[in-house]
């Protein structure tokens, strides 16, 4: 089959949790065929049961032949802004001086870790971005015995702002993706992040609903703008009967049909 024609498979990858959906090419694609699986004994610390648990779905003939997105969660992701070098760098220099901000941010475990740089022009801030060096070559090798073509492996924090930009203000505004337990936050100034902030919150929903709102109320209290979270729907349902002033970024989700990050996926490569 023809690369041009082939289907695309989108996946989302989290420690506890894969989601899987496949839809053709074409003008409006609809999604043929799709799962959620759950990874009992997944954790934060060790990606190996996530990928053990992938490679048994994949097993399917269902989800065969085909170009491969897949979505990391963020939990497996690192984030550092990168100000303007004082000097002119070249592309090493630009890599070194990343490496040096985040082993600065998150210490020396990142040292191995594969560093990729957002491409700016000369002058301006830029985004760095770290996930594990053997992630990639993992899903590679799992791949190509089912003749899957890996064509885009991307953080959840990057899919889900992609996705719901052009909804958000330009300037002064944060905003907040949430999953199972992590909170990723980037503030975006002049069209740009400026900066990021991600958390670990508890098991208990409740809790980390409660830890949301007081990152609103601090946000508010240092007088930056408008605070906009993107997070299931379950979770939002929850907010609003709780009498949550938090703005919800909200999309068409009829009885909460698909898995929320199959559908933020979707939305972002539509």
């Known amino acids: 089959m023809s690369p041009l024609w082939r289907d695309e498979l989108a996946i989302y990858l989290a420690p506890r949790k894969i989601a899987l959906a496949r839809r053709p090419r074409g003008v409006r694609p609809r999604v043929s065929v799709a799962a959620e699986v759950a990874v009992p004994d997944g954790s934060i610390a060790d990606s190996a049961p996530a990928l053990a648990k992938l490679a048994e779905v994949l097993n399917e003939p269902t989800w065969h032949d085909a170009s491969v997105r897949i979505v ?18 070249d592309a090493q220099g630009h890599q070194a001086h990343a490496r040096y901000l985040l082993a600065d941010t998150y210490g020396d475990g990142l040292a191995d870790w594969i560093v990729a740089l957002e491409d700016k022009a000369p002058g301006r801030m830029s985004v760095a971005c770290a996930m ?37 203000p330009r300037d002064d505004a944060w905003f907040v993706t949430l999953e199972d337990g992590w909170l990723s936050a980037v503030h975006v100034a002049k069209g740009a992040w400026d ?22 109320r601090l946000t508010r209290a240092s007088g930056a703008g408008r605070m906009f979270v ?19 970024l909200e999309a068409d989700e009829a009885n909460g049909g698909s898995p929320h990050e199959l559908a933020l996926l979707l939305r972002a490569n539509a």
């Open 195 to 216: 900066r990021v902030h991600m958390a670990r919150l508890s098991s208990d929903p409740g809790v980390e609903l409660e830890r949301l709102q007081a990152f609103g």
């Open 72 to 89: 990391i969660a963020d939990p497996w992701a690192r984030f550092a802004i990168v100000p303007p070098a004082a000097s002119r760098l």
């Open 230 to 248: 993107e997070a299931p729907l379950w979770l939002r349902e929850r907010a609003k009967r709780t009498g949550s002033d938090i703005e919800w």
């Open 132 to 168: 594990p060096s053997g992630l990639k070559p993992a899903l590679e090798d799992m791949f190509s015995p089912r003749r899957l073509n890996l064509v885009s492996m991307q953080p959840q924090l990057v899919v889900a702002y992609n996705a719901w930009r052009r909804h958000l």
